[in-house]
């Protein structure tokens, strides 16, 4: 996950001591030479909880004519007979039966699983902070792949990943491959290390369009298992590879949407394991910010989190609203080329590559809205409207060839 911002606010309470108090509930701590930048980390994350929490609230209202609201009241004690009853490649999170599954981490020791997926803990869209190594970008030697599905889209035709911010179409961005993140709930998350059941997205990268709806045609809709796909269109039911197959390579008649701002603008949960203190010392520091950061907002902010899950919702309805004008919008995926890497140095210093690297692309987990990066950008459509999106990119791929293009 990069970090939006290290600008601080006049008056921010984060105090120097703050971050080590935080980490003292867990038997952890920053080493001193790292206190001074953790802690201006945590300003940054208050400064943004208080934006948040400073929003007004939103409450979805419920569709009437499916829903008609009639005799909508409390029940009487005597209607409530039965008490207090209501009604309203793969990526190495990926389990593989027999593989073991790493997490691109050394915190958590590896296990492996004995079942497979039905398709890291480093929570970084860069590529060199996995402990078993670094991945290089395959265009240009000593620049970051992008993440955190990082060697998937470096090293292979076809991969699998997770996304909760953008570790699908970042590294498709910095790799010059295709990156779709479904709508939540196309493709089933079973048997993948969650970052949030609330965003949890998973799909493939690859290297056309045309590859990436082969992929999606094989692994979108319900499984039986993971209840996020319920509302999801029913595996078989439709082929998003013969779609574009029978497509104009020309998109007339279809409304293109992009924000003009937005061109100049310069993720795990899991059942408890033991971890050590000397294992938070070997994590890559944007870990460390994602634990310091959880603790701080758990207690400073404790009504936060649904706040956000209610502003998410609104968001989701303003982008709803949206392409009732446009079938597809296109932004940039991110806002800078694939940054260099370094040696792991202080944390500000380490996370500087990563800074904003998500902040076109950690929306659509929020929203749900299927969003594919292809070597120019990324095409955002409806929610369940991947038919779309793909046309769009196998249309562009049709007619351009990225690889010879030049910046004046």
């Not at 996950?1 to 038997?27: H, R």
């Not at 790799?175 to 993948?192: A, D, E, F, H, R």
Request: proline share 8%; glycine share 10%; with cysteine.
């Amino acid at each position: 996950m990069s970090v939006l911002s290290t600008s601080i606010s006049p008056g921010n309470p984060v105090k120097k001591e703050d971050a080590n108090q935080l980490l003292q509930k867990l038997g952890l701590s920053v080493s001193p030479e790292e206190e001074d930048d953790f802690n201006m980390l945590l300003a940054a994350v208050h400064d943004c909880a208080e934006t948040i929490s400073n929003l007004p609230d939103y409450q979805p209202s419920p569709g009437l004519k499916r829903y008609p609201r009639q005799n909508v009241r409390r029940p009487s004690p005597e209607e409530q007979a039965f008490g207090q009853a209501w009604a309203h490649n793969l990526k190495d999170t990926i389990a593989v039966a027999g593989v073991p599954q790493l997490l691109g981490s050394d915190i958590i020791p590896s296990w492996t699983p004995i079942t497979d997926a039905t398709v890291n803990y480093c929570h970084s869209t860069l590529s060199y902070t996995s402990a078993q190594g670094i991945v290089e970008n395959p265009h240009a030697s000593g620049y970051s792949a992008g993440g955190s599905t990082s060697g998937g889209a470096a090293l292979v035709d076809i991969t699998f990943g997770g996304d909760q911010g953008g570790s699908i179409r970042v590294p498709a961005s910095c790799c010059g491959c295709v990156g779709l993140k479904p709508t939540y709930g196309l493709v089933p998350y079973t048997g993948i290390a969650s970052g949030d059941a609330i965003n949890d997205h998973a799909g493939p990268i690859a290297r056309s369009p045309l590859d990436v709806a082969l992929c999606l045609d094989a692994i979108c809709g319900y499984d039986g298992i993971d209840d996020r796909c319920l509302g999801s269109p029913r595996h078989g039911s439709t082929s998003y590879a013969e779609d574009l197959r029978s497509a104009p390579d020309r998109l007339d008649g279809l409304r293109v949407g992009y924000p003009k701002d937005g061109l100049h603008m310069t993720g795990m949960w899991r059942e408890r394991l033991p971890w050590t203190a000397d294992g938070f010392q070997r994590a890559f520091p944007s870990t460390k910010n994602v634990i310091i950061n959880g603790l701080y907002l758990t207690s400073q902010f404790p009504d936060l989190y649904g706040k956000t899950i209610k502003i998410g919702r609104k968001l989701r309805d303003l982008y709803e609203e949206l392409f009732q004008a446009y079938d597809v919008v296109v932004v940039p995926t991110t806002p800078v080329v694939a940054p260099r890497y370094g040696a792991r140095g202080l944390p500000i210093e380490t996370l500087k590559p990563s800074t904003g690297l998500t902040i076109k692309t950690a929306i659509f987990d929020v929203t749900g809205h299927p969003a594919m990066s292809i070597p120019v950008g990324l095409i955002v459509g409806g929610l369940w409207q991947e038919a779309k999106v793909l046309r769009v990119g196998h249309a562009w791929e049709k007619h351009f060839d990225w690889t010879k293009q030049h910046a004046d």
